[in-house]
């Protein structure tokens, strides 16, 4: 089992409707939790990060996190296209940061 | 600016021919670590250091050297590359162990 779990998508949503990105991890003492935005070729950009069970908003992205059932997951209302991109989870236990190997969302106009 | 920066964006070697990619931060962290990403494997971390002169394994560090002399400076060294070793190469920083990681460009390695 990897330590960290995404669905590799694929994920196709249309202009303007919410995008549900998901995660889940192996470890049960993690910590924190990092959802990062990478385009193609480029280096990873942290979008949101959350310490605590429950929601946390930032703008048209928000970060759910339920340490019970080991997932994290993201939504991003509004999707645009300028949002295609892969979406990377990360966790962080101990000095490990450990990702996910992305999910691929493509917004369509 | 606060930025992480690698050098070179783009390297073209042979199988055996010692290579060095750097990465200077510029953000007093102390917390350092290099990252290689594959298609469908995503980030896995080489090595990581804490501080200077402490510097330990990741999830694939065979093959790979690391040093860190100066907090500023984590260099990766491939001493006798090979082509399984093509990647693209990421390094971060940060400051605590429980905040961001701030990445470099990256760094496209072909070994031929």
């Known amino acids: 089992q990897k330590e960290v779990e995404q669905n590799s998508g694929p994920l196709s949503v249309p202009e303007g409707a919410i995008a549900s990105l998901n995660c889940t991890y192996s470890d049960r003492g993690s910590q924190s939790f990092f959802w990062y935005r990478q385009y193609s070729g480029k280096s990873p950009e942290l979008i949101m990060f959350i310490y605590s069970n429950g929601d946390k908003e930032d703008g048209r992205f928000t970060a759910q996190l339920n340490k019970a059932s080991q997932y994290v997951s993201l939504l991003i209302r509004d999707s645009q296209p300028s949002d295609s991109a892969t979406y990377l989870c990360?966790?962080?236990?101990?000095?490990?940061?450990?990702f996910g190997a992305g999910t691929i969302l493509r917004v369509k106009s | 600016e606060a930025q992480v920066t690698q050098n070179p964006r783009y390297l073209i070697t042979v199988t055996g021919k010692k290579l060095t990619v750097t990465c200077s931060q510029n953000?007093?962290?102390?917390?350092m670590s290099w990252y290689r990403q594959d298609p469908g494997l995503g980030l896995r971390q080489i090595y990581y250091s804490m501080n200077v002169e402490v510097t330990d394994k990741g999830d694939v560090p065979e093959g790979y050297k690391v040093s860190r002399k100066e907090k500023r400076n984590f260099p990766l060294i491939l001493e006798s590359p090979s082509p399984n070793q093509t990647s693209l190469y990421f390094c971060a920083s940060s400051s605590l162990l429980y905040t961001e990681a701030f990445f470099g460009q990256g760094t496209r390695l072909t070994v031929v």
């Open positions: 990360a966790v962080k236990g101990g000095n490990k940061l450990v």
């Open positions: 953000m007093n962290h102390e917390y």
